[in-house]
């Protein structure tokens, strides 16, 4: 029973470039977390999901950034015309249902040149 | 919104020590989680609770809702529980996803 895999684990980009994440969830989970973690910071909530819809959003930057969790697929977080301060480490968590523990996957390091 | 802070910020003992670090909140919540993370690595959720105590081997947690407090206790500390272990409850007000502590980066030595 995989837990939650994420790709690539890192990430190198140019600026201006973009930044595609992907998440699979655990089996039987349909409720995807997105979260930051900027260097020598703690973690912040970015978006929740559940199968092709985004619930809440309110810790998305309000430009370049954007979230997707297709009926079929993984949940790709995209970053458009990524900046230095892009760099941090995403993580993406899955959950059965909003009652139950997120599973947490090992992250994607994303780093800017 | 929630507030979560933990301390110690930062904990260095001796192996086999008995530990502890402790998180408090602001906003009255239905679970708390506590999570461990090594440096560089991924995140590993160690429990979810809402009331009383939980035991997984080595590791205690407690959590008492009326004083908005819950603590981590690792006995008979190893140099492999050292990690960065992170206190995350859910924001309030209905909002999704949760707030995090800023962790306790503990260091066991041999």
């Known amino acids: 029973n995989a837990g939650v895999m994420q790709n690539p684990r890192h990430l190198v980009r140019r600026r201006g470039q973009e930044a595609r994440l992907r998440c699979s969830p655990m089996k039987g989970h349909s409720h995807v977390y997105w979260y930051r973690q900027l260097p020598e910071e703690g973690l912040k909530f970015m978006v929740y999901?559940?199968?092709?819809?985004?619930?809440?959003e309110s810790g998305m930057p309000k430009e370049r950034f954007s979230a997707e969790f297709p009926k079929e697929g993984p949940s790709i977080l995209r970053i458009q015309q990524v900046v230095r301060g892009d760099s941090a480490a995403y993580f993406c968590a899955s959950s059965p249902d909003r009652a139950q523990p997120q599973h947490f996957g090992d992250g994607t390091r994303l780093s800017i040149l | 919104k929630n507030e979560v802070e933990q301390s110690p910020q930062n904990l260095t003992a001796q192996e086999g020590e008995f530990i502890t670090i402790n998180c408090s909140y602001s906003v009255g919540i239905s679970a708390l989680h506590w999570l461990q993370q090594h440096p560089g690595g991924g995140i590993v959720s160690l429990f979810m609770?809402?009331?009383g105590k939980k035991k997984h081997g080595r590791l205690i947690a407690t959590i008492n809702i009326q004083e908005k407090h819950s603590s981590l206790h690792i006995t008979a500390s190893h140099p492999r529980d050292s990690a960065v272990y992170i206190c995350?409850?859910?924001?309030?007000?209905?909002?999704?996803?949760?707030?995090f502590g800023k962790g306790t980066h503990l260091i066991i030595q041999p």
């Open positions: 995350a409850a859910p924001p309030g007000g209905g909002a999704d996803g949760l707030t």
């Open positions: 999901l559940q199968k092709e819809n985004i619930i809440d």
């Open positions: 609770l809402s009331s």
